[in-house]
């Protein structure tokens, strides 16, 4: 698994998050996972999807581990044999299927039909080495290609009994009606204030929790990552951005600030950086030619995320939202 994809935590270091009390927030849908696990009901074909940063891959890893597990109550015991490996990313029944590099070290922006039939096609047709599932996680599943998603379309038609495939997808606008219509959607949303505060308890979080909270605007993913410090310089610079006009002096010292999360979440920052505008469009006190001016980075920020493609430098991007006039 290549580490700059994995959207919630450094793979490296820090274990897959494998237990019932590993995810944070969305807690009804925990409930309804774990009476379909308990029923032996589960999907074979799903999406889990949601905004950013909200546990999706968490809760793909939940759910495989829970289906591999050795004693499985429904949940995982964190403790066989298989959860050990699961923890570690070793398992072999357990595949992450991601965006690749390309030969320059950078990462595509989509998942071709080839990967997908070597990936996944011909490796879903050897049942399980060590697992009681073959289990595929794809993400970012919105990033499979057209000719891709209808090439895994008999898969998920007629999954054999020891496959389970988990797409996770930040937009499901992107998957085709054929695929949606064959995997039932799992939606995670964003958490409120209390119960952010609680993750902020659970995970030991010391100082100003409200900042670290609001911050974090209810993805536990962003707090627990510690990347709300981050958010903090985001919020600073878009808004120092949004009042420096066109100095570009103050330009590249703020973009230099938006750099850092640009490499984690282009979309996120992207996301961010809207609800920033929309904010400052809501304040009263502007003149016909301000909101004029903020309206059309809006539209230009709208614009960057339908054409973002990965690796884009953040200069180049918030020169056409700020000095594009
Ligand atoms: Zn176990």
Redesign the pocket.
């Known amino acids: 698994m290549s580490k700059k994809v994995f959207e919630e935590i450094e793979v490296s270091e820090i274990p897959y998050p494998i237990k019932r009390d590993d995810f944070f927030g969305n807690q009804e849908v925990l409930k309804q996972i774990e009476s379909s696990l308990l029923s032996s009901s589960l999907s074979q074909t799903m999406i889990i999807s949601g905004p950013p940063s909200v546990g999706k891959t968490s809760l793909a890893y939940i759910i495989s581990?829970a289906l591999q597990?050795?004693?499985?109550n429904p949940f995982?015991?964190?403790?066989?044999l298989?959860?050990r490996k699961i923890k570690k990313g070793i398992f072999p029944d357990l595949r992450y299927i991601s965006l690749l590099e390309d030969d320059s070290g950078k990462i595509k922006t989509q998942i071709t039909i080839d990967q997908v039939r070597e990936e996944i096609i011909r490796a879903s047709e050897l049942p399980p080495y060590e697992g009681k599932k073959l289990i595929f996680i794809v993400e970012p599943s919105d990033s499979l290609n057209v000719s891709s998603q209808n090439a895994l379309l008999k898969l998920l038609e007629e999954p054999p009994s020891y496959i389970q495939i988990i797409l996770i997808a930040k937009e499901t606008s992107k998957l085709l009606p054929t695929v949606r219509s064959r995997c039932p959607e799992i939606k995670l949303k964003e958490i409120s204030q209390n119960e952010m505060f609680e993750v902020a308890k659970r995970i030991g979080l010391k100082g100003d929790l409200s900042t670290a909270v609001s911050a974090s605007r209810g993805r536990a993913g962003v707090l627990i990552s510690d990347k709300w410090k981050d958010y903090i310089k985001l919020k600073i610079a878009i808004e120092n951005l949004l009042q420096s006009g066109r100095e570009i002096k103050y330009f590249d010292e703020n973009v230099a600030n938006i750099e850092i999360l640009m490499s984690y979440d282009q979309i996120l920052v992207l996301d961010e950086t809207l609800f920033l505008i929309k904010d400052a469009i809501r304040s009263r006190n502007l003149t016909e030619s301000e909101e004029r001016s903020l309206l059309r980075k809006y539209e230009r920020t709208i614009k960057s995320m339908e054409m973002i493609v990965r690796n884009v430098n953040a200069s180049l991007i918030y020169n056409y939202i700020f000095l594009g006039e």
Not at 69 to 72: L, M, Q
Request: charged share 25%; proline share 0%.
């Open positions: 581990s597990c050795e004693k499985g995982a015991c964190g403790e066989c298989n959860c």
